[in-house]
């Protein structure tokens, strides 16, 4: 059975103050992992897609990583825009063509001025 | 820009009711999804669809069903509506590759 697990839960930040959130996952035939921004009362907003381990990607101040277990989502010099719940999804086939993700429960991640 | 419309933001049901969450796209994806957040549990994929009139089950399809008439709309049906079924629900779409989310719909079941 797919699972992802995301770490810490919660995080509290200074503004200007770089961290790291992790995404650890298990999945059988791997179709890309996936990053989301969620902002409370809106549907997730979809950041990166990672297919590959090694592969990285940027936007801004965040950057996404991934090896063959887990996934990390950098964030440099964060900005209080930057709080919200960051979600990581894995894809498997189900059918047709389609990937259904399994999501990981998020962290919640707040950046003080 | 991807638009995942979900047609209410709110919705208060009673148990034992009806229930019709519709969704449209205007991006010609194959691909429509439906799941539901909750507190705790995360999002959690219910049913989805590859092409106009083929659905497949997610992992919490019991209780629900689906429809797709038409390729930009995808609809969730709650049978008979129970408590337990009290949650945000969020539609996305995709063509192969990222799933593009609505804002989802509250539904409270009383």
């Known amino acids: 059975e797919d699972q992802v697990t995301q770490s810490p839960e919660a995080l509290r930040l200074q503004e200007g103050e770089s961290s790291s959130l992790n995404c650890s996952y298990t999945v059988s035939g791997l179709r890309g992992l996936f990053w989301y921004r969620q902002d409370p009362g809106k549907g997730p907003e979809f950041l990166f897609t990672l297919y590959s381990a090694g592969e990285e990607k940027e936007k801004e101040r965040l950057k996404a990583t991934l090896t063959k277990k887990e996934s990390f989502l950098h964030i440099t010099a964060p900005k209080p825009e930057d709080s919200a719940t960051y979600l990581c999804a894995v894809a498997r086939y189900s059918g047709g063509g389609a990937d259904g993700l399994t999501f990981g429960k998020g962290t919640h991640l707040i950046i003080q001025p | 820009d991807v638009k995942v419309t979900q047609s209410s933001r709110y919705l208060v049901k009673r148990t034992g009711e009806k229930v019709f969450l519709e969704c449209v796209q205007d991006?010609?994806?194959?691909?429509m999804f439906w799941y539901r957040q909750d507190p705790g549990l995360g999002l959690r994929l219910i049913y989805f669809?590859?092409?106009?009139?083929?659905?497949e089950k997610g992992d919490i399809p019991e209780g629900y069903s689906v429809s797709r008439e038409k390729k930009e709309r995808f609809s969730l049906i709650l049978e008979s509506a129970s408590t337990n079924q009290t949650s945000m629900y969020l539609c996305a779409s995709s063509l192969p590759g990222p799933q593009h989310f609505g804002d989802g719909t509250r539904l409270s079941i009383l």
């Open positions: 669809s590859y092409d106009v009139k083929m659905k």
């Open positions: 991006m010609d994806h194959e691909n």
